[in-house]
């Protein structure tokens, strides 16, 4: 969009982080079966379809913005409308109002009374009262023994899910429900994880671990096999785990830590992890070392 218009053609803004309503708008694991992606109310909300890098010129070729609802996942018009409200009033006011006269507090309590509203005009809109928002684990940064080491990486990340790049993985930033959020980082080369952390001396270490994510649909599975080791040169390393898991699919968005306990000293950590017969991506966000 932002290109088309730089370019001197008018344009409707609908980027798939803000305005595709088929991801889920609450936490998954209560929501109805989705094909992915976290997409909540507030999100919604905060979208400006004219950046500040466009000129007063350029602005004007914004003709607005367009909400989109694939139903794939959407059996039933009830279902249709528990995806549009009330996200769709959120988009509403993007397209509507000046960024200077937006208020999320203003509007969340305007939200729950519209919402309230159409429940009793029997409508079947996502009920915003019960909300249970973001992960827990993505709402502060975690504190571990390798935060702000550095990581190399035996095998490169995909350069479409880099998260923070080559400190994503011990800046202490955790993920939401979505592995498009930023903070998920995404490994597909030869279908493995495998990175080396730098303690930058020998340390006692009692546990290390990593959380992954599950999303069948666009092809994001578990690893089928995990391998913790330690090593006080870089180059000779011992195992200490391997996990093997049977990758098994289903129409959840789940959550696993794959990790090891116990008592080590080393210098350097090594976590591998492995795709099973699906292939496809995978995602974690932090591994914590403790």
């Given amino acids: 969009g932002i290109a088309a218009v730089t370019s001197g053609h008018h344009a409707i803004m609908t980027p798939g982080a803000y305005c595709y309503l088929d991801s889920y708008q609450d936490a998954p694991y209560s929501q109805p079966e989705a094909i992915g992606g976290y997409l909540p109310l507030k999100k919604v909300y905060a979208y400006d379809p004219v950046p500040a890098s466009l000129t007063a010129e350029q602005a004007k070729l914004v003709y607005g913005v367009q909400g989109n609802l694939w139903v794939e996942y959407i059996p039933t018009p009830e279902h249709v409308e528990y995806m549009i409200y009330p996200r769709m009033l959120a988009l509403a006011e993007v397209a509507w109002s000046a960024p200077e006269r ?77 592995y498009g959020d930023g903070s998920w980082q995404g490994f597909i080369s030869d279908n493995r994880l495998d990175v080396t952390i730098d303690m930058e001396k020998e340390t006692e270490i009692h546990s290390v671990g990593a959380d992954f994510m599950q999303v069948c649909g666009p092809e994001v599975f578990m690893p089928s096999e995990v391998i913790i080791s330690v090593s006080n040169d870089g180059k000779e390393f011992t195992e200490l785990k391997r996990m093997e898991h049977k990758v098994v699919k289903d129409d959840k968005v789940t959550f696993t830590n794959f990790g090891w306990e116990g008592n080590a000293k080393a210098r350097y950590i090594r976590y591998q992890a492995s795709s099973g017969e699906f292939g496809g991506f995978l995602f974690t966000d932090e591994i914590v070392v403790k």
């Fill in 102 to 178: 937006k208020s999320w507090s203003d509007f969340h309590t305007r939200a729950l009374s519209a919402v309230a509203d159409l429940q009793k005009k029997g409508y079947h809109p996502f009920d915003l009262s019960k909300e249970i928002g973001s992960r827990p684990e993505s709402l502060q940064p975690v504190s571990h023994l390798a935060l702000g080491k550095k990581v190399t990486y035996n095998s490169s990340y995909s350069p479409h899910y880099p998260a923070q790049g080559n400190t994503a993985l011990t800046d202490g930033i955790r993920g939401d429900w979505t």
